[in-house]
Every structure is written in structure tokens, then in C-alpha cells.
């Protein structure tokens, strides 16, 4: 293997922080988009468990949780400083309780709940991170961090189950740091279109020239990428 290799999964939330993180630090790697109804082996070889995203480095180490890549990629090297910007206990709450709202407000038919409750449970959380941002302008000082990063993908989510309502509601600093991060070219970046990567295609390598300034682009994108 000559470079790392993600299996990543577009919408996913916990895939986007991985690659917004592999992107800020400068990771080159190769994109393998997965289409979860049809898993490649070489996904479940690496990782039975089978959800994304799973990071191979090139020695064959397997990374297969988000926080970890993330952190994997920040340690290698951080030039915006996303680390000195966590804040595991923000990050733990997303991934428990507002998560545990998240999915029973847009999938209630699979949770068998009661989607309005839930999402008055998410916008409590919401709330709070409103006025958190509005003291600050980020969730950990003035400019974005990892905890930024780890939480906008599952805000942006819970944002578009019903964006009519979302924008109904008195959240502007919450708002404004949700455009701003979805407006910016680190987020386009990660956000470009992959078809499913089956054994044999031609390899994406994602690589950001500038190894991490928010304003760079990929410097390769391989057929495949649109």
C-alpha cells in the first residue's frame, strides 16, 4: 500500500469529520466511497464491524472511529491549530444525547418515537450551543477547532430534517457559525462526489496542496471525483 486509505461514506456525519480533519491537516490519502447496502470486502476485512469511517495507514494500522482519525491526523500535523480547540466533554454530549435526539426526530419510523419530542430535545442542546458560540464565536475561542468540526456535520443534519422549521427557530449565532462552516471551501473541499469505489477502479487521491489552510483546494482529483 503506498497510501492511506479511507472508506468513507458522503453524507455520513461521522465520515465528514474525519475527512474535514485529514483535509485541515494536510492527510494525502486515498478515497474509497462506500455504498453501505453493498460493502466491499476489503472495508469488512479491515474492519468487521463494517460502518465508516475506516482509515488503513499506509503499515496497515486500522483506524475505525471518527474521533480517532481525527485525532490521528491533528497529531501527525496541525497547522491551524484545530487541537489546542477540543473539548471532549462538548464532543461526548453530541455523540450521546443530541445524536440519540438526532436520530429518533429523522428516523422515528425506525426508532418507533415520537420525532417532536426529540426534537425539542435537540434544540435544547442547540440552545445552549447558541449561546456558547454567540460568547466566543466558535464552540472553543475565536476560531474553528476540532470540537467545531467533530459537532457541525450532526447540527447540519439535524438542520436539514426540516430546514422551514430550523430556520423558524432563535438560534442566529448557531446559524451563522453553520453557514459559515458549510460555506467554506475546507467543507467544499470534503464534499466532492465520488462514485462507489469497487476493487481495480482507478485510485482518487485527495491531497490539499497547502496542507491545510482553509482556503486550499485538492491538488489531484482522480477521475471519479465530480
Not at 59 to 86: C, F, H, K, Y
Not at 192 to 216: C, F, H, M, N, Y
Request: net charge neutral.
Amino acid at each position: 500500500m503506498t497510501e492511506h486509505v479511507l472508506y468513507s461514506f458522503r453524507r455520513c456525519p461521522y465520515a465528514m469529520r474525519a475527512r474535514l480533519a485529514l483535509a485541515a491537516s494536510g492527510t494525502r490519502y486515498e478515497l474509497r466511497e462506500v455504498r453501505l447496502s453493498d460493502k466491499p470486502m476489503e472495508l469488512l476485512s479491515a474492519s468487521p464491524k463494517g460502518t465508516v469511517p475506516v482509515l488503513v495507514t499506509v503499515n496497515g494500522a486500522v483506524i475505525d472511529e471518527s474521533l480517532a482519525i481525527m485525532r490521528w491526523a491533528l497529531t501527525a500535523q496541525d497547522p491551524a491549530g484545530w487541537l489546542m480547540r477540543d473539548d471532549p466533554a462538548l464532543i461526548a454530549s453530541n455523540d450521546g444525547m443530541f445524536k440519540h435526539h438526532l436520530d429518533r426526530y429523522k428516523y422515528p419510523e425506525r426508532h418507533g418515537s415520537a420525532p417532536a419530542t426529540h426534537r425539542d430535545g435537540g434544540l435544547r442542546i442547540l440552545h445552549d450551543l447558541d449561546g456558547r458560540i454567540a460568547g466566543a464565536g466558535q464552540l472553543c475561542g475565536p476560531l474553528p477547532g476540532l470540537a467545531d468540526a467533530a459537532i457541525m456535520p450532526f447540527v447540519r443534519q439535524f438542520a436539514a430534517v426540516d430546514r422551514d422549521w430550523f430556520d423558524a427557530q432563535p438560534l442566529p449565532s448557531l446559524k451563522m457559525w453553520l453557514a459559515g462552516h458549510l460555506a467554506s471551501n475546507l467543507f467544499e473541499d470534503i464534499m466532492l462526489r465520488a462514485e462507489p469505489w469497487s476493487s481495480g477502479d482507478q485510485p482518487i487521491i485527495v491531497d490539499r496542496t497547502d496542507k491545510g489552510s482553509p482556503s486550499g483546494k485538492p491538488s489531484h482529483a482522480s477521475p471519479g471525483i465530480r
